[in-house]
């Protein structure tokens, strides 16, 4: 099985630290490191950047009004302890306890986000983002989203079950279609 079946393994790259994250240019990809590989995703359409910004919003308002932690847009690199293993979801969420254990905050969050959301991109299947899901739940994190925008449905995966997601949640969006898409 591939490291990171989500994404595109980069050639001519060396084993990869997260660090690095944060010096590669702007070239259009998304990258993470996954087990030191350096891995590469194309950047993410309208609907799901709309997607994820909209919930950005929506979950930012909320912490950030009863000062329950930190959220983070798609560009927040999180690095997983005991692996070198960074992951970019296009939302995070770090509850407040854990925020003062962020020493450097130039550099990748020490931890997995509490909370991680994903958008799914066309390109992407169920097979991919299971096994995504996967990797944040072993990294740290207490609860996944993965959000499949065309049929307006999220599936919500917690720890001790990595075989499936623990439920789905059908028509988040009230029937409306999520605002803005088509």
Known sequence: MAVAPWAEVVPGYGPGTVDLLLTLPDDGYRYEVVEGVLVRMAGSGLDATTIGGLLVIALGSFVYARRLGLVTPSNGV?????????????????????????????????????????????????????????????????????????????????????????????????????????
Not at 81 to 89: D, H
Not at 143 to 159: A, E, F, G, M, N
Request: glycine share 10%; charged share 25%; with cysteine.
């Open 78 to 182: 999180y690095k997983f302890p005991g692996a070198e293993t960074g992951l970019l979801p296009d939302v995070g969420f770090v509850e407040a306890a854990k925020v003062a254990h962020i020493a450097d905050r130039r550099k990748p969050v020490p931890f997995a986000p509490d909370l991680a959301v994903e958008v799914v991109s066309p390109s992407q299947d169920a097979g991919d983002m299971a096994a995504k899901a996967r990797t944040y739940l072993r990294g740290g994190a207490r609860l996944v989203w993965i959000v499949w925008p065309r049929s307006s449905h999220i599936d919500v995966w917690r720890p001790g079950n990595l075989a499936a997601p623990a439920t789905t949640l059908h028509d988040c969006d009230g029937g409306r279609r999520w605002p803005g898409l088509k």
